[in-house]
């Protein structure tokens, strides 16, 4: 009877072990360790989003013991996403993914079908209503409008190279609706705010690295007029900053300080603080905080978009006056003074 009573707990410890392993598990373990894959939707290098991504994440690891985090490059075949995504989660060794990308809500809500104690969180992009996703979004629209009025002072200012057209460029790498929606209508309508005369040449590459035909696209629209230049293209952008400093142009960039790269070319950086926030989230899910479900969009005011102003590249290289019109506009955008509507996505 004793033998037989041992041998039955020994079977159910069997049977319950391997359930309360993986499944039911809470994105922070029930032990309070975290294993979290970041998904790097692209390569790392070249791309200031996903390099802050995965330095932010690994930084937490560091500091927090019970931490474990994974970077996985999905390559730049988007139609691999999905799978991918499928079979690393099959591994069952993760209880996180953290990624940043507008297109990865759609993949994660296919994926979490099939994982339901899998949960998601997605800078770059926005989705509520699943309960397995957290979503943050960064006002690109906001970005895109100081960039776009810096480059509007720049193309009608007295810069070298600053010819008397008022025509600024803007090469993406593919279109999607945050860079149809917010990144090229903040980045036109803030050059408007300089100057409603400017015109906008846009260009698109059709890949997210090919920098010879970003700067084979960016000598045709410089042949064209175009004196200053915008960009959301990965690694591809190289080649644009190459174009403007052979043949004398100037360039505004989004989300990351480049002024070292080209001094006297790149004249304004904008700033997106992924790094703060993804070590934010990471302590949020640690804590239990992190609201599933809900998206969330951050900007200037909330200190999660920036523009780099105490940097050599911008104040030795940008005459006087367009610093100061420029720092005056971004002070009354940070109070909330600069009224636009943020289109929906
Ligand atoms: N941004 C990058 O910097 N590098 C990339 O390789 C990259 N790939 C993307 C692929 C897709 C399908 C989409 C929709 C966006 C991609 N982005 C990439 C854009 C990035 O997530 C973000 O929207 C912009 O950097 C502006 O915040």
Not at 116 to 137: C, H, M, R, V, W
Not at 222 to 231: K, P, Q, R, T, Y
Not at 261 to 289: D, H, R, T, W, Y
């Amino acid at each position: 009877m004793k033998k037989c009573f041992f041998a039955f707990l020994i079977l159910f410890a069997l049977v319950l072990s391997p359930l309360s392993a993986s499944p039911g598990r809470e994105s922070s373990g029930r032990d309070g360790s975290l294993s979290a894959l970041v998904y790097i939707t692209g390569m790392v290098a070249g791309s200031p989003p996903y390099e802050l991504l995965a330095a932010g994440a690994q930084e937490f690891a560091a500091e927090h013991g019970s931490v474990r985090v994974t970077v996985y490059e999905a390559g730049f075949n988007q139609a691999e996403w999905e799978e991918q995504l499928t079979s690393l989660a099959a591994s069952g060794e993760y209880d996180l993914v953290l990624g940043s990308n507008p297109s990865l809500p759609e993949i994660c809500a296919a994926v979490g079908r099939k994982f339901p104690a899998l949960k998601f969180i997605i800078t770059d992009s926005e989705l509520a209503g699943n309960p397995q996703i957290a979503t943050y979004l960064y006002n690109q629209y906001q970005q895109s409008l100081y960039l776009g009025y810096l480059a509007g002072l720049i193309t009608t200012g007295s810069l070298p190279h600053a010819n008397p057209g008022k025509r600024i460029g803007f090469i993406a790498a593919q279109e999607y609706p945050l860079l149809n929606r917010h990144i090229l209508p903040g980045f036109i309508a803030g050059a408007r705010m300089a100057d409603p005369g400017i015109t906008v040449d846009f260009r698109i590459i059709g890949n997210w690295f090919d920098a010879n035909k970003a700067s084979d696209l960016a000598l045709s629209m410089i042949d064209g007029g175009v004196d200053v230049f915008a960009s959301i293209a990965g690694g591809a952008a190289q080649g644009i900053i190459r174009a403007a400093q052979q043949r004398g142009a100037y360039v505004v960039y989004h989300n990351t300080n480049e002024y070292a790269n080209a001094p006297g070319v790149i004249l304004g950086c904008g700033f997106m603080e992924q790094k703060k926030l993804v070590k934010e989230i990471l302590a949020g899910v640690l804590s239990g905080q992190i609201a599933y479900g809900t998206a969330r969009t951050v900007g200037l005011e909330e200190g999660y978009l920036d523009f780099i102003a105490d940097d050599p590249g911008y104040f030795n290289y940008v005459p006087r006056e367009i610093q100061q019109k420029f720092n005056a506009f971004l002070a009354e955008m940070r109070a909330g003074r600069i009224s636009y509507t943020l289109p929906p996505l």
